[in-house]
């Protein structure tokens, strides 16, 4: 598990994981709208979880999101732990008001990422292989598109990239090689019938 959170909470291993499955530019916009809008519902949600009689757990969430993404890259969290602080009061405050609207938009927005991922992107989503990621670092990372997208750090954003593709081709050789098996494996049982 020590392993895992390192790896985790290092940017270059854990965005080039993110990256590798959100490669196509419709994916990723898809994915710009929809995540904070599902975690900013998500949050709303929550917000009728009590802690004590301030504070929530969409407050304690809110703040662990805010933390762990100053740990991940301190520019780029501080950056955003202004606005996780505004989708917070956004969800507790404002769309704990309006249940049905908010697990619409919520179901949308994961409804809509499947299908991103499976019609334009071509791969299944992250979450399959590592749910934590979609639940926590998605949201972190596409601030970080945009982010790169209007210029920020534009050496780490190439280093990313080129991490990105050796990444994807790896995946690609993975799976070709797994298609060639279950070609083979498939092309045997018809010969033994």
């Known amino acids: 598990m020590h392993a ?16 590798s499955y959100h490669r196509n530019w419709m994916n990723q916009m898809v994915h710009i709208v929809f995540v904070p809008a599902i975690f900013t519902t998500a949050l709303s949600f929550i917000a009728r979880i009590p802690i004590t009689d301030k504070i929530n757990l969409s407050h304690i969430v809110a703040a662990f999101y805010a933390i762990s993404f100053l740990k991940m890259e301190p520019l780029a969290g501080a950056l955003y732990a202004p606005v996780i602080g505004a989708m917070e009061y ?3 405050q404002v769309l704990i008001h309006y249940v049905p609207a908010s697990v619409a938009v919520h179901l949308i927005g994961w409804v809509a990422q499947i ?50 593709k050796e990444q994807v081709a790896k995946m690609d050789a993975k799976n070709a090689l797994q298609t060639v098996r279950g070609t083979a494996a498939s092309t045997t049982a018809k010969k033994v019938e």
């Open 4 to 19: 895992y959170l390192e790896n985790y909470f290092n940017l270059k291993k854990s965005f080039v994981f993110y990256g």
């Open 90 to 92: 956004l969800g507790s």
């Open 115 to 164: 299908l991103a991922h499976k019609l334009v992107e071509g791969r299944q989503p992250a979450f399959r292989e590592d749910p934590f990621q979609a639940f926590h670092a998605a949201v972190f990372f596409v601030w970080l598109e945009v982010l790169f997208q209007l210029g920020y750090r534009p050496l780490e954003k190439e280093e990313l990239e080129k991490l990105v």
